[in-house]
């Protein structure tokens, strides 16, 4: 209930790239109560559970509040507080001797598509134009990056070209590598509805039955990392079948024959042989999408996430070009974003490789048109990209990056092969981590924890899956030292000296710069957008200038961003998993997310209500499977891949395909990460973590593994079956 004196502030939830808009109602300085905004077009005044309790994420007793300094070792830190000022004013005097000492390049950023629009410009800048480095990479390469290559490859650029109002308009789903319901649940709901109310198809392509599957009238279980294939495979049957439109193709396309030539061989049963499926579960997908008018695509981590996954996207955009369903309502291929200013990142160009504007590092021209909006001479940004984040933690451990500001990502829970990821937090002469929660598993290593202000204590703008741009509006005061992200890198950047170049007095005046970036460029033109306008509500881009109303569909007259104005055909060369299952490592491990948690679980995990369905790291297992090494429900059991392992505890989902381990990446202990592959996508850079192979064994048993066999070699001693994993004992 709202009282007398309360207040309600606007924002956008800062959970999901679904960009639900909410409500804070406010009293003394305190958000009492989070609800939908009934305006907002993303949720139109729903919210899932998640958004619906972040009312109690600002006040937890884990709160960062105060700047620490390190005393001890790293990884077995204590950290001391001390005032803010001389915090920064030392995170300032190191990373100048480190860059006095090695050069620009021995530093590093590593930041997070859950920073305002804003925060990520202004981090960019200093990183690329006034340090010099293009050492800065994001969260967003465990997450986007194969969907922005992709797009880029067909489209020539970046951008999801849909919006969620064409859920009610298609008459069929193709849901690939995504749990929406769980992952996106606002948009999922209103898919369920046009699926149930108004008899549109659902097809689900997962190697699990998710909740995303419940009402789908196909469910393709997939062997793990095998879409490509598929995609291919059903466009083979478009073309068998005439489905296909030749005029939309001869008009607006490039590639087409070089492209019908590669899916010549996939025939469906080499197809059926490839991904398991069956002859039959193809045609009819094939069916569903070729006899539809209106199909969406919605895809997101179980494509990307793979060493395959820029083939994947492309075989995704290559049904839609080829049927012509782009660029009218109801149709497209549609990657949903998975946090929530992820689109904001990518505009702003936070990646190593880009610049601000769906730019690139590589272009010179492009370099020289930032330059010159910066101020700076020609030849200051680096015409070499950066790392990006695999690449960075490694060259951490090897020694070659010195320095490290993390912010608001938790890289030792969330990236692959977390021992990698150790040595390097281990060996960096510095690591600064800016956090707003205090058990992120990052922490124990820096020599420098800054304290972030949260979402609803500050201004700034998220884009979510659907180019739709929400104004959040500052409800209340930060606690104790904490401050906005952009105020603490202005900061430090001030004491380094680069203060007369980042001379902000608000986020508004950030964007004011940013969005001159974007002028006359196609399709990402803000430059009709400021937080005034926003003020009065969303804007989805392009918007040119300030009346443009902003623009629900990209490239709905057929003229795509490349230089000739066509879309590119371009073959989605299916290539395997890194690492397949064998005799001694017998399962496919995949991972992924459950509804009521978010992530490290930093948030809610302090949550009561988002933690009554799991409170530990879990595995889940086909009853067959499970049966076969005689273990049983809720069985503490010990995973190991090649890299590294963890322990969690055993349950049973019939849902699984056999043969496929599913893990969620929430909990910090019994992490998965120590397990995942590394290895990436050539193009994207974005790591494999949704595939690698592993055996798994009971934890009350020690398990050592043969060094001649590489089998698991079983030993009768007892071990702890607490929430640690062996690796952190
Ligand atoms: N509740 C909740 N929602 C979230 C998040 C969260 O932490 N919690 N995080 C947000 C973020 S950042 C992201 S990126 C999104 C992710 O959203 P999703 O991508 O929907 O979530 P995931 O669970 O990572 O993976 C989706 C599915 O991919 C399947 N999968 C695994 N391997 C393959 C494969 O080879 N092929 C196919 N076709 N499918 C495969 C998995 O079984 C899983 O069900 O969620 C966002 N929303
Ligand atoms: N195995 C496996 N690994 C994965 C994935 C997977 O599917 N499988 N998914 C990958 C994907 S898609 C993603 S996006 C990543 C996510 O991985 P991370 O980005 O590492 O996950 P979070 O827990 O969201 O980390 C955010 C951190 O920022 C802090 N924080 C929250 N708000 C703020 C703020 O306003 N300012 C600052 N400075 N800090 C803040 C939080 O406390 C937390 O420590 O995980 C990736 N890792
Ligand atoms: S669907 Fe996503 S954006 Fe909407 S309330 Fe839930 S977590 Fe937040
Ligand atoms: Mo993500």
Known sequence: MTAPGDTIVRSQCPYCGVG??????????????????????????????????????????????????????????????????????????RLRAIIDRHGPDAVAFYISGQLTTETSYLINKLCKGLIGTNNIDANSRLCMASAVAAYTLAFGADGPPCSYADIEVADCFFVIGSNTAECHPVTYRRIEKQVRQHGAQLVVVDPRRTATAKYADLHLPIRPGADAALLNGLLHLLIRDERIDRAYIAQHTVGWDELAATVRTFTPERTAQITGLSIEQIERAAALFGQSKRTLSLWSMGVNQS??????ALGIINLHLATGKIGRPGCGPFSLTGQPNAMGGREVGYLAHQLPGYRLVANPQHR????????????AISPR??????????????????????ICTNPMASLPNLDTVERGLQRAELVIVQDSYADSATLRFADIVLPAAQ????????????????????????????RPDWQLVQAVATYMGYGDRLAYRSAAEIYDEFRQLTRGRHPLDVSGVSHARLRQGPIQWPCPDEAHPGTPRLYSDGRFATPDGRARFLPAEFIPPGELPD?????????????????????????????QKATRSYVEIHPDDAAELALVDGEPVNLYSRRGGCTAVVRLNPDIARGVLFMPIHWQDGNPNWATNPIVDPTSKQPELKACAVWLAPASRLLVVD?????????????STDDTGPDQA
């Open 707 to 719: 060094p001649v066999q590489h089998q698991p070699a079983v030993m009768l001693a007892p071990a």
């Open 368 to 379: 020289a048109e930032v330059e010159a909006c910066w101020g700076l001479p020609p030849g």
């Open 385 to 406: 990209p950066g790392l990006p984040a695999v690449a960075l933690f490694e060259a951490l451990a090897a020694g070659t990056i010195k320095a490290i500001w993390i």
């Open 455 to 482: 979402w609803a204590e500050q201004d700034g703008t998220f884009t979510a899956s659907d180019r739709q741009i929400t104004l959040l509006n500052k409800a209340i005061e930060p606690p104790g030292d904490a």
């Open 307 to 312: 060493r395959n996954g820029v083939a994947k």
């Open 20 to 93: 639900c808009g909410i409500e804070l109602v406010v009293r003394d300085n305190q958000v009492v109560r989070v609800q939908g905004d009934p305006h907002h077009p993303a949720n139109y005044g729903k919210l899932c559970i998640k958004g619906a309790t972040l009312d109690r994420v600002l006040t937890t007793p884990n709160r960062l509040t105060r700047a620490y300094l390190r005393q001890g070792r790293p990884g077995a830190a204590v950290h001391v507080p001390i005032d803010l000022s001389l915090a920064l004013r030392t995170a300032a005097d």
């Open 583 to 611: 005799a001694a490592y017998p399962f496919w491990l995949t991972t992924g997310r459950v509804l009521e948690q978010w992530h490290s679980r930093t948030r809610t995990g302090q949550v009561p209500k988002l933690n």
